[in-house]
DNA sequence: TATTGTTATACTCTATAACTATA
DNA sequence: TATAGTTATAGAGTATAACAATA
């Protein structure tokens, strides 16, 4: 028979003293309430979270929205052809620049934006069922100072 | 000219409740932080997290290490194959089970995980400037319970 | 000259299914 | 039967370089 040890080794060394290993953790536990939330569906994280972005920035230009999310410009072609075709997000030229491209959140794509969204916070919230409310704000308010130290993507 | 929203936006709509989204942004500027730490190296994120588990529990068993990190099976063998392959870490047959191997991480594995250790220290530090001590050790704490809400790999 | 979107391409991480050899 | 490691393969996210059209 296996030892506890043998089999769920619980050292992880020096890596244990590394915030950067315990977000990548934490993270993909919430990634696992995504997956359920939207379980049987094709949405994925990247691109609900441009539906978002689009959404709160009706007419913002494909490449204001992908600095927005840290996504590349390369990137985001794909992601947006996605959208588009899916019927969740309008793409029409912009008026005052020729070369950009305005998107909107289409009809289809704000009723799947407001329903995972509240798919999402209640998966999020069976994860939290043990967190205070205090603590639940403070974590979002320690995250929100990290994310503010991102250096601008340089492209 | 862009105007700020333009280039910028802010907005993240419905997004920005969502703590997944938080924890994946925040992970993603520590990721920043450990590449600068190894710039100039080809170590990654996971192969340096192995690296740390084997170190902290020598001789354990290959699946043992990638259960701790949650990475499953099949993905280990690439891995492992490549941190033999550098000389970083000794695998040899498990000596109560023909079937598994067991892994110790070999000096120059040692002196690297050592040493990078340090300097990804140093650069989580840079980000964390303007974190208290009591912050730090408060967002240690919270991290450390979600990952207990992850579900046991079923694989 | 710089920027927007684009194409092509590559790498890393993750996921599943099926196989083998041992337990 | 179940488990350890393996192979093959695919999906998803991310990265860089180079190009055309426009600013």
């Given at each position: ?87 969740y997000i ?61 250096p601008p993507?340089?492209?």
């Open positions: 028979m296996a030892t506890d040890a043998d089999t769920n080794g619980e050292g992880l060394g020096p890596l244990d003293s590394l915030l950067g290993y315990h977000l990548r953790r934490a993270g993909s536990v919430f990634g696992g309430a995504f997956s359920r939330a939207v379980a049987g569906t094709s949405l994925r994280q990247v691109p609900f979270a441009i539906l978002s972005v689009v959404s709160a920035n009706p007419g913002i230009k494909q490449g204001a929205a992908g600095r927005t999310l840290g996504i590349q410009r390369a990137n985001m072609v794909a992601l947006i052809n996605e959208l588009v075709d899916a019927g309008d793409r029409r030229a912009a008026e005052d620049d020729r070369r950009a491209f305005s998107l909107t959140v289409a009809a289809k794509g704000q009723e799947t934006l407001d329903r995972f969204t509240r798919e999402i916070l209640e998966h999020e919230a069976e994860l939290l069922a043990d967190f205070s409310l205090p603590e639940r704000k403070t974590l979002m308010k320690l995250l929100r100072r990290i994310e503010a130290r991102e993507a340089a492209d």
